[in-house]
């Protein structure tokens, strides 16, 4: 027998979270639960605005269409929404005992708040890796910024997200700010530039790393090898299912580069099997899941060792 549920959540974040332009209060998502006989499967659909082409009342519909067809056990296919396709694909692996319960605990350390407080969590770590914005402010401020953190931390390992927000010349003006072995030291910017073509010149230009990360989800893109180029940052909830995940990271490995599993502001839920899936099929990247802190609760099931208070069950609106 199969029975299934679907709730939407909203869980309040810890003020002054900004998404690009808009000020995050509350982040809004659905909770799928999948049972079949005495198995059940968990899912978590939360299209991120500003993100997420679709919103989530789309989601909701898209994924309500899918549940009447799973328990019809109709075939059916996967969501083309790609943070319906990514929830529901996590709750039919859960159901499935398809999805390890190992999970990379450890994340790249978000550089916000208090830098002392920062520097001193960092040098409390054995092999410190954090991820640091760049380009809200002047490019030579973010430069000295970068320069000051790796002379203090020697053993550091730094990555830095520009959003494509630099020209060639801004991204320039960071870059000088650095000598050569501080260049060497940055494991990559994710997208420096506004275009990915001046991003691969200005990795070339300087000997710095690159990461993409937009443009992995643009319609034209075809992932290729080039100079300068280490590393993807894949965003589950934006990209869609396991299956397309999976694709894309033995794409990537196939080529040699790196992947990185990372945050798309989902709750405990999601990124608790977020780490497992960094686990199962990253074991060798600590990925980017640095987000809980941004929230004020957990949801469903608690990230090891994190005190945030879990939500009550109460606050959900069931829709199905
Ligand atoms: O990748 C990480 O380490 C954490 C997630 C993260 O940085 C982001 C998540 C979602 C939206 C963005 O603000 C940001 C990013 O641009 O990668
Ligand atoms: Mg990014």
Not at 189 to 200: F, G, K, N, Y
Not at 250 to 277: D, F, K, P, Y
């Amino acid at each position: 027998m199969r029975q299934a549920k679907l709730w939407r959540y909203a869980i309040p974040m810890e003020s002054g979270v900004v998404l690009r332009d808009r000020r995050l209060t509350q982040r809004q998502g659905l909770l799928v639960m999948l049972q079949q006989q005495d198995r059940q499967g968990w899912g978590e659909i939360a299209p991120l605005p500003g993100f997420s082409h679709e919103t989530l009342a789309q989601a909701q519909q898209a994924c309500v269409a899918w549940l009447t067809q799973w328990l019809a056990a109709r075939p059916v296919a996967e969501s083309r929404l790609p943070s319906v396709a990514f929830g529901l694909s996590c709750a039919s692996a859960e159901l499935a005992g398809e999805l390890p319960l190992a999970g990379t605990w450890r994340s790249a350390q978000l550089c916000h708040g208090d830098p002392d407080a920062l520097l001193l969590q960092l040098e409390e770590q054995e092999t410190p890796c954090a991820k640091m914005k760049v380009g809200l402010y002047e490019a030579v401020r973010d430069g000295l910024q970068v320069s000051l953190l790796l002379e203090a931390l020697p053993a550091l390992q730094l990555r830095l997200d520009a959003n494509r927000s630099w020209t060639l010349e801004k991204a320039r003006q960071f870059a000088r700010c650095l000598t050569p072995s501080q260049r060497a030291r940055i494991a990559f910017i994710e997208e420096p530039c506004r275009t990915p073509a001046e991003s691969l010149a200005f990795a070339a230009e300087w000997g710095i790393a690159i990461a993409w990360d937009e443009s992995l989800r643009e319609p034209v893109f075809q992932l290729q090898a080039a100079p300068g180029l280490t590393a993807l940052v894949i965003k589950p909830t934006l990209t869609g299912s396991l299956a397309r995940i999976q694709q894309q990271i033995h794409e990537a490995q196939r080529l040699g580069l790196q992947v990185i599993i990372s945050s798309a502001l989902e709750s405990s839920l999601g990124l608790t099997q977020l780490a497992r899936l960094a686990h199962w099929l990253t074991p060798q990247s600590l990925p980017g899941l640095d987000t809980l802190t941004l929230m004020r609760q957990q949801l469903v099931r608690c990230w090891p060792g994190c005190m945030l208070p879990l939500q009550d069950r109460e606050t959900w609106t069931r829709i199905y």
